[in-house]
């Protein structure tokens, strides 16, 4: 249901502000390629005054620790886990194992700091991670959905990026909505460096939706509303979200908005609510 999922340097207490008025479906508070190591911990200690303010924020807030193997992860977690997140990325995941020991960590966090389930999107960035795409998509019912990370894909493959030639990745980038639909889960297209460049976004956007993927990850705010553009809720995203609607909206608008109900086998909630209200305000301009 995520269209776009917009990188924020954690280290630049201005941005993280900023990201405050963003209309992007997801604010991923980053820790990792946008931090230098030095900046790390300074990173750590502004999100943790961003949850603070979670209220302040549109919509789902998730942050992006360092991989598995960066041997940060225990520590961004630490920092992460408090009340008003929503979700992690986590980039580089090689296999499921990985991702069901970052979930036991959330519990532990989660149990001591009387926390709600915590979401987590593993980034898919090396051969390994390709080779495994489905059995990490499928480990653990908190995964709901996979990011594909072309540049560092590339980087593992030991191959130069060329914005003109998709072959090198095309099977990794083809692979990856395949094995997240087959999870049951959703799929975000990598990035598009050149922000300047929305022609080329748009074709690149475009030829990630016919690859399955429902949208992509992006880095700077002027990428938001073409991308926004690109990814019309379907058909069915639009059924979904009159059903969310119709299940929690009085005790949305009327109550505490902390309910959780089951919708067609999973619980949904407050985060829930206002991911499916957005959908129905962006269909708006869409024929179905």
Known sequence: MFRTLIFVPSASA?????????????????????????????????????????????????????SPESGLIGADLKAAVQK?????????????????????????????????RIAIMPSIETAR???????????????????????????????????????????????????ARAAGVGALDAIWQKVDDIDGLVRDATAAKRLGYSGKSIIHPGQIEPVHGVFLPSKSEVEWAKKVVAALGEAMEKGSGRGAVKLEGRMIDAVHYKQAKAILDASGSAAF
């Open 84 to 116: 008003g997140i929503d979700g992690i990325v986590v980039p580089k995941v090689n296999d499921a194992n990985e991702v069901l020991e970052i979930k036991n960590m959330l519990a532990s966090l989660e149990r001591e700091r009387g926390t709600g």
């Open 129 to 179: 991670g390709v080779v495994n795409a489905y059995s990490i998509a499928s480990a653990d019912e908190r995964v709901n959905a996979l990011v594909f990370g072309v540049f560092d894909f590339m980087h593992d493959m030991r191959m130069d990026y060329d914005e003109s030639d998709g072959s090198g990745y095309a099977y990794a980038r083809a692979k990856v909505p395949v094995d």
């Open 14 to 66: 201005r941005f993280v502000q900023k990201a405050k008025t963003l209309a992007a479906d997801v604010v991923c508070l980053d820790l990792e390629d946008s931090v230098p190591a030095n900046e790390k911990e300074v990173a750590r200690k502004t999100i943790a005054g961003a949850l603070v303010q979670r209220q302040e924020y549109r919509g789902p807030l998730y942050v992006r620790t360092n």
